[in-house]
């Protein structure tokens, strides 16, 4: 075909045949049959034009070893065709679908390709019992394979792979296997089904899907067996009103769900592996009757996710970093379940439900879930790593002591669980974690324990509508909040020391009232202490340092009455601020150095401040912008540093006065308190500053880990700003002090942390070969770092090695490998987790051929002669090294690199010498030779003695040959002129 004619048109014939026709048909479809049933189409390549093949109503067709380029619309479009095999087929560029199919029962399409589909690569609509196998698509902008209303079909040992939207979309198609596919890097999802009953999904490989990598809705009785699914942006696999599904055997990883499955009963869910999972191994919303037995899951968040799920059977499973998790429910039965025999990290998982009076072992557990009991104790235990390490819920009188819990979504869950008791525990913390979440739980009493590290989202102790509790004596740091609580009224914080707290360390919102906060610490925080619409909390004999936005904080209309007294701030931005809150009591406080302000209020009314010591900020001690009182009505107000000594003093920028204010002057030495720094060993521009108050000072020193680092004279600045840099690594200790006139002193100690932040540097090394019998078989980097720490070798993923390094040369071995080609990785930290790292990659090889060598002939020569070498060929496919033995002595070696092997015998002693000879190849086989060298002497020839006949013979030669001469002369000379 060449040109606008087109290609065939056929019709009303039966049996046609079209073999080899090629071209192009720019303007019109390639071609087009109607009605002629057992067509042939064979061994045919067109490209260009609108559209590819039509044929409508041709059953019996077969179209095979064709190929189909660039068209706009469709590759084929075909309709009504019973009985219909697309065999061997190419389709490549089309505009729109690559083969668009309607109403064609038993359709067969094997082993074609379809590359290039401006929409989607097949698509069947009321297609009954299609078969779908063995074929290639790429690059499909919508759809794989799509399918509507066809009903038993297959879909089986198909390669898929860059498609928009979905490999295999299938709705209200029922009772198909879709086994055997291999799909990947898919902008949705891998396979879909919609409305699909009874599908069998078995032993597909899904991988790099944007959304899911499975995703069935209003699909019951499926069985999903032998399949993996791996890197899903979102669920690996997805079901969605699917009873009765069945799961076994899938190797789901690497994924941010694994298993994901809502409105869905009478669930098996059985012998998976499931591993690496940003959030859920596998969760379960609202599923009743469901079975998850005798799964393997690892490295999730959760392991097992129920959420209000009823009567569910747990048994067998094995979890590894990672536990089981039942969120806040209101219904009991959500907690109701059969669990037996199921593992956390090697330790046995621990269900309870309706006990009491018992005494619990935590050290023999891997995480404990209490349900209805009442009277327990849990005693001692370390659980890391296992979703939540202790739950407790519908319970009463549960009491934990001495137990350990790090790494957790949710250290200990306390719902509905009234007077539950937690000492002397350790809690830390990861990403968005709650240490300690207490939901409607009356009476928590938490004491004599520590929070750590819930950054940089997480909170310490949540509590929601869980009154009269009690955190006494606890030390909370390195957390986004320390205590966020939620309608909970009647609280008592006593005791504790909060630090480095980026958020608010105590927040109490949304009428939680009448707290008792009480002889705290709170140090580097964002705020202080926080009452959100919430009143009538007693702020008592706190100190409060470093709060960068405000150390107490009463927000909102109802934040009324709150009495805050005799506490010390010093170094915040705002000490005490009250917005929209009226009738505060603020009294007997000590407030210093504020970076702004030293007290303010903001619509505030009814509000009394008096009694306190407000001195140093940097732009005002007070602002208040309405009208409050600041002095007790009789004589006393506050004490100002800036107060001029007569008359009252103004709060700016409203009416407020204090009518009865003093002068707040010291007359020995005081110091602010400064944070500990940290700064990068080898950075420059670090130093500390302290702003000493007296009314004579003198002068200051600065020591460094005791000894002298920097000193001077008073000069009445407002601070002393002192560099500090050029210490080496590690924790230092500053101590400054100040002395007055009088020699009066005060100091102040500051930690300086000098930490690493240049990572080691490891060469880069080449790939290299070794052999499953060799020995001594390494590979070595060079390392090097001011601080080196730990290195960690990682094989195929996979950790194999530890260890500590120094500067230098570090050396693995590599002996004992089986053979293969493996990915070996090598990353070296220094002591603060700075980091670099090469890749090589190992073959091993088996060999189990030794060398071959010949052997030469055995040499003889004469003592003193030169040039004698005896010449070995040998052989092998991995040559290595050849060693040459004489009379037991080593007198050659080297490497040997498969070529002929010479040596010189030169200058042996007269003798039989014997020389061995030894290949070897990098298995360690050998070959060897001997070739025995003998040497002779020299023998020298002695002429016999001279008797009386040969002197005669000699004197009569010697006068014929007189003779002879003198005749010659003779003659000569008679012949002259």
């Known amino acids: ?186 902008a949705g999802r891998g396979i879909q089904l919609l409305s699909c009953d009874s599908a069998e999904i078995e032993y597909n490989t899904i991988t790099n899907t944007f959304l899911r990598g499975l995703d069935l809705s209003n699909s019951p009785d499926p069985v999903i067996i032998g399949n993996i699914l791996s890197d899903a942006v979102s669920q690996a696999l997805y ?87 039942a969120p806040i429910s209101p219904n009991v039965q959500h907690y109701n379940h059969t669990v037996n ?75 509905e669980t009234e007077n539950a008791t937690v000492l002397d525990s350790k809690l830390t913390g990861i990403v968005a974690a709650k240490g300690i979440y207490g939901y409607r739980s009356d009476g928590l009493y938490v004491a004599e324990s520590s929070f750590d590290r819930f950054i940089p989202t997480g909170t310490a102790i949540h509590l929601y509508q869980s009154d009269q509790f009690h955190l006494l004596n606890l030390t909370i740091e390195n957390s986004f909040q320390g205590l966020y609580c939620e309608y909970g009224d009647n609280g008592v914080v006593m005791g504790s020391v909060f630090r480095h707290i980026p958020g608010q360390v105590i927040y109490g919102l949304y009428e939680s009232n009448a707290h008792q906060i009480v002889n705290n610490t709170i140090y580097n925080c964002t705020i202080g202490i926080a009452a959100y619409s919430s009143s009538n909390y007693n702020i008592t004999g706190n100190v409060l340092r470093h709060c960068t936005s405000y150390g107490v904080e009463p927000i909102g209309s109802t934040s009324d009455g709150h009495n805050v007294t005799l506490n010390h701030f010093e170094s915040c931005r705002q000490a005490i601020r009250v917005e929209n809150g009226d009738n505060q009591l603020i009294t007997n406080n000590t407030i210093l150095w504020s970076s702004q302000f030293g007290i303010v209020l903001l619509s505030s009314a009814g509000t009394d401040v008096y009694y306190n010591t407000i001195a140093f900020s940097a732009t005002a001690n007070a ?164 601080n080196p720490g730990t290195y960690v070798v990682w094989v195929d993923g996979e950790e194999d090695s530890v260890g500590t390094w120094t500067s230098g040369i570090l050396t693995l071995n590599l002996d004992g490998l089986t053979e293969g080609i493996y990915q070996y990785q090598i990353i070296v930290y220094d002591v603060d987790s700075n980091s670099d790292r090469d890749t090589i990659r190992v073959q091993v090889i088996d060999d189990d051929t030794p060398p071959t060598i010949d052997s030469p002939d055995d040499l003889t020569y004469l ?63 050998t070959a060897t030779d001997t070739v025995a060298v003998t040497v002779r002497p020299q023998v020298s020839v002695t002429p016999p003695p001279v008797g009386p006949d040969i002197v005669l013979l000699v004197i009569v030669g010697a006068i014929a040959a007189v003779l002879v001469l003198g005749i010659a002369w003779y003659l000569r000379r008679g012949r002259g002129p």
Not at 262 to 267: E, Q
Not at 697 to 716: N, P, S, V
């Open 341 to 415: 025999d199921n593992i956390v990290n090697g330790k046995d998982l621990l269900y309870l439900r309706a006990q009491s009076d018992m005494v619990i072992d935590g050290t023999q557990c891997g995480e404990i879930i209490i349900v209805d009991c009442e009277n327990m104790t849990i005693q001692g235990g370390e659980f890391e790593t296992s979703s939540a390490g202790i739950l407790t819920a519908f319970s009463e009188e549960i009491n934990i002591k001495g137990v350990g819990i790090s790494g957790n979504r949710y250290g200990i869950v306390v719902h």
């Open 863 to 925: 003592y003193g002669s030169t040039g004698n070498t005896i010449v070995w060929t040998a052989a092998d496919e991995y040559p290595a090294s050849y060693e040459i033995v004489k009379n037991n002595s080593i007198v050659a070696s080297g490497t040997w690199a498969g070529a002929r092997i010479t040596f010189s015998v030169d200058d042996l002693g007269v003798g039989t010498h014997e020389f061995t000879i030894t290949v070897s190849d990098h298995s360690g086989r």
């Open 623 to 786: 602002f208040d912008d309405s009208l409050n009182t600041f002095d007790d009505g009789i004589e006393l107000g506050n004490c100002w540093d800036d107060w001029d000594g007569t008359g009252s003093y103004a709060i700016v920028p409203g009416s407020s006065v204090d009518n009865y204010p003093c002068l707040y002057g010291p007359t020995t030495p005081m110091i602010d308190q400064p944070l500990d720094i940290s700064y990068a060993e080898g950075s420059t521009g670090n130093t500390l500053r302290w702003r000493p108050r007296d009314d004579f000072l003198k002068a200051w020193t600065l020591e460094i880990d005791g000894q002298l680092w920097d000193e001077d004279a008073w000069k009445f600045e407002d601070g002393v700003t002192i560099n500090v840099d050029n210490l080496a690594y590690g924790t230092h200790t500053a101590t400054f002090t100040v002395w007055d006139t009088e020699g009066n002193s005060a100091s102040d100690e500051v930690l300086i942390h000098v930490f690493d932040n240049t990572p080691p540097v490891v060469s880069s090394e080449v790939d290299v070969t070794v052999f499953e019998d060799g020995t001594g078989q390494t590979v070595t980097w060079e390392v090097s770092d001011l």
């Open 1 to 186: 075909l060449d040109g606008p004619q087109g290609g065939p048109y056929v019709a009303f014939s039966p049996g046609v045949v079209i073999e080899n026709l090629y071209g192009s048909t720019p303007n019109v479809r390639h071609m087009y049959i109607l009605l002629s049933h057992g067509a042939s189409i064979t061994s045919c390549d067109i490209s260009d034009g609108p559209k590819g093949y039509q044929i409508t109503q041709c059953n019996d067709t077969v179209i095979s070893g064709c190929r189909i380029s660039d068209v706009v619309l469709e590759g084929m479009d075909i309709e009504g065709c019973h009985n219909l095999s697309i065999l061997n087929t190419i389709v490549e560029e089309s505009g729109s679908v690559g083969i668009d199919i309607d109403e064609c029962d038993e359709l067969e399409i094997h082993n074609c390709s379809f590359i290039s589909s401006g929409d989607t690569a097949v698509d069947a609509d009321d297609c009954q019992n299609p078969t779908l196998t063995g074929n290639y698509i790429q690059d499909a902008a919508e759809y794989g394979m799509y399918a509507v209303g066809c009903n038993n079909g297959t879909g089986s040992d198909n390669h898929i792979e860059i498609v928009g939207t979905t490999g295999i979309y299938l709705e209200s198609c029922d009772n198909w296997v879709v086994s055997g596919n291999t799909i990947s890097e898919m």
């Open 239 to 325: 079901l969605s009103d699917c009873d009765r599904a069945y799961l076994s055997d899938n190797d789901i990883s690497d994924s941010v769900d694994g298993i994901y499955i809502t409105g869905s009963d009478n669930l098996t869910v059985i012998e998976n592996t499931i591993t690496t999972i940003e959030n859920e191994g596998a969760a379960f919303y609202g599923a009743v009757n469901a079975t998850f037995s005798d799964n393997i899951v690892s490295q999730a968040l959760n392991g097992l996710y129920l959420f209000q799920c009823i009567n569910c059977t747990i048994e067998g499973n094995e979890f590894t970093e990672c536990g089981i998790l």
